[in-house]
């Protein structure tokens, strides 16, 4: 009782302290200015760094600080490749979310089906036409599968715009809720992992791979050269992915849209095309996502997509619903807690790391640690 | 002829019918006002020319076009364009990219137009990047209108451009609005301030429980002393 009556003194206190910070001081004076200068600074960053920055920063301090000596730091460079791949399928879940407003639950499968198109591209299509190979440079995949990657994000772009004229569209005309939406998505996931294992099998598959030396660098690390493929990837595509919401007119509607798609449509901007754009951009990343899963797994499983929902949706909520830089940072956050909590337990739970971060995140702060007031 | 003709109008939400009939007229280089009542169907009347309310029964004709069935992203290309009264620019957008948005459907990029609304509205020109989400309700509005304008219509409906605004500020939107005019082009208001809306309006109607109460001069209307005694406070 008599500490809560002393805090609501001090703290009053302590604001009409720094309110009055620099104010009686006499002008001119070189003191005085430079207490003004401080002063005017502080209030700059306080109109400008929202307190989720603050808390982001501090959470990553401790995070880096606290850890850091008990920890093999190759766990975090793999936590970094893991949450790269994260990102690459978080940023596409996120621009949905904004967009269309509801959560993609079939996403992870989108992922999951851009592996196996991958899968299909490299080991029927081009071994049909004689292209060939696996240990391609440094690297344990061979570099058909340069080429399948784009094909696989195109077929499943394509595929997400489809569905979402066959399916989605229709439910947006009838103006359901979000949760209709959701559920017709979670009817999609399980359609779209069950064609999966009618095509392929629900046996585990191996893209085609050569066994590689992985680089040793101090500190214990070690790095197989496919994470290096992976995070430059992930790197390119998000640079790709700032570039195209920040530069381009289809970014910027993109954007416009997600803020209020009814200004957005007494505006002009043809709404239903914004929609698909961010469908193709979702569903494209979401394939890439799923292939270099694949890669960094070393094997492909119906349920790959499925069970990688989890980090997905936790670096979602962690960087704040419908956030795509949020998205960046709450991936990388997800994928090196998941990596280092391997240290000391076993790596079967990981997922569970991303389930138990993103539950506490929810109850404390539901808005992500990026995410805006209103 | 009418520029804009809207005749019996019939719309509401769901269930709720808001809108009982309602007919109006805006001819061409005019200000025209509505007011009445909280909840007379003022904006649903607005939403529903623009597309984004259904129109039940009656019509729409703009520039002698039936537009009563076209979504909002079709009104919007026969040259009539709308600001909603409030969540009028997109918050995450900068002050450029808001008017960039503007000109989505222009067949240039738009350059020369923003470069002409950065002169009529110079507090905008200030900050280009500044997120409009971070701006005063006053600058937000000015952008709001600078946004509609992008696209060169032949009408702009505003949904009460001065709520929420001092009284000062207010003025300045109101001036806006008179020079906005004078280059020709045609507006239909809705405002609360119905004194200072209807003192710069060609011609004002009142509507009350989703019908057409009265309709006259805009000075006409002011001297009224049914209109004085029920919406201008005495």
Redesign the interface.
């Known amino acids: 009782m008599a500490a809560r009556e002393v805090t609501q003194g001090w703290i009053p206190a302590f604001a009409g302290m720094t309110r009055g910070f620099g104010k009686g001081l006499p002008k001119g004076e070189g003191v005085g200015r430079g207490l003004r200068a401080l002063r005017a600074a502080v209030q700059r960053l306080r109109a400008t760094w929202s307190p989720g920055y603050a808390v982001a920063a501090a959470v990553a301090a401790l995070f880096v600080l606290g850890f850091l000596p008990f920890v093999k730091m190759g766990l975090v460079v793999n936590g970094f490749v893991l949450g790269a791949i994260i990102a690459t399928g978080a940023i596409g879940l996120t621009l949905i979310y904004g967009n269309l407003n509801f959560a993609n639950i079939a996403h992870g499968d989108y992922m999951a089906m851009g592996a196996y198109v991958a899968f299909f591209v490299v080991t029927d299509l081009l071994a049909a036409v004689g292209i060939q190979g696996q240990g391609f440079g440094p690297f344990t995949f061979g570099y058909p599968l340069l080429i399948a990657l784009p094909l696989a994000a195109a077929a499943v772009a394509l595929g997400a715009v489809v569905l979402d004229v066959v399916v989605y569209r229709r439910l947006r005309n009838r103006q359901v809720n979000a949760v209709v939406m959701a559920m017709a998505s979670l009817g999609l996931a399980i359609a779209v992992r069950g064609l999966i294992q009618i095509i392929w099998t629900g046996e585990k598959l191996q893209l085609p791979r050569e066994s590689r030396q992985v680089y040793h660098l101090p500190m214990d690390i070690r790095i197989p050269p496919d994470s290096i493929f992976i995070a430059g990837l992930a790197v390119v595509l998000v640079v790709g992915v700032y570039v195209l919401l920040t530069r381009t007119?289809i970014g910027?509607?993109m954007?416009?849209t997600?803020?209020?798609p009814?200004?957005?449509?007494?505006?002009?901007?043809?709404?239903e095309r914004v929609i698909w754009a961010t469908w193709a951009i979702g569903g494209g990343l979401a394939a890439i996502a799923g292939v270099l899963l694949a890669v960094f797994q070393a094997q492909l499983l119906p349920s790959m997509g499925w069970e990688f929902l989890i980090p997905l949706f936790a670096a979602v909520i962690l960087g704040g619903i419908g956030n795509p830089y949020g998205a960046l940072v709450g991936a990388l956050v997800i994928g090196v807690s998941m990596e280092v909590s391997t240290q000391w337990i076993t790596p079967s739970y990981k997922h569970a790391v991303a389930f138990i971060i993103m539950i506490v995140l929810l109850l404390a702060r539901p808005r992500g640690l990026l995410g805006r007031s209103n | 002829m009418a520029l804009l003709e809207a005749r019996d109008i019939v719309a509401g939400y769901g269930e709720t019918q808001i809108l009982h009939g309602v007919s109006l007229v805006v001819n061409e280089g005019e200000i025209v006002t509505i007011i009445g009542p909280n909840g007379c169907g003022k904006s649903t009347f607005m939403k529903s020319v623009v597309g984004l309310v259904q129109v039940r029964t009656g019509s729409v004709t703009f520039r002698g076009a039936d537009i009563t069935a076209y979504p909002p992203e079709r009104v919007v290309r026969t040259g009539l364009c709308y600001v909603p009264q409030s969540a009028n620019v997109f918050p995450s957008l900068s002050i450029r990219e808001n008017l960039e948005m503007g000109a989505f459907i222009r067949g240039d990029d738009g350059r020369a137009r923003i470069d002409e609304m950065f002169g009529l509205f110079p507090d905008l020109a200030r900050r280009p990047t500044a997120r409009a989400g971070s701006l005063s309700g006053g600058q937000r509005q000015m952008l709001a209108l600078a946004r509609a304008l992008m696209l060169d219509p032949v009408l702009l409906l505003l949904d009460e451009p001065s709520a929420g605004l001092s009284p000062a500020i207010m003025g300045l939107v109101f001036e806006r609005i008179r020079d906005i005019n004078a280059t020709g082009v045609a507006l239909l208001l809705v405002e609360q301030q119905a004194r200072e809306a209807l003192r710069l309006s060609d011609r004002g109607y009142v509507l009350s429980g989703g019908e057409n109460r009265l309709e006259d001069r805009g000075p006409a209307l002011l001297d009224n002393p049914e209109v004085a005694r029920l919406y201008l406070g005495g």
């Open positions: 007119k910027k509607a954007r416009a997600a803020d209020n009814d200004l957005a449509r007494v505006t002009g901007i043809p709404t």
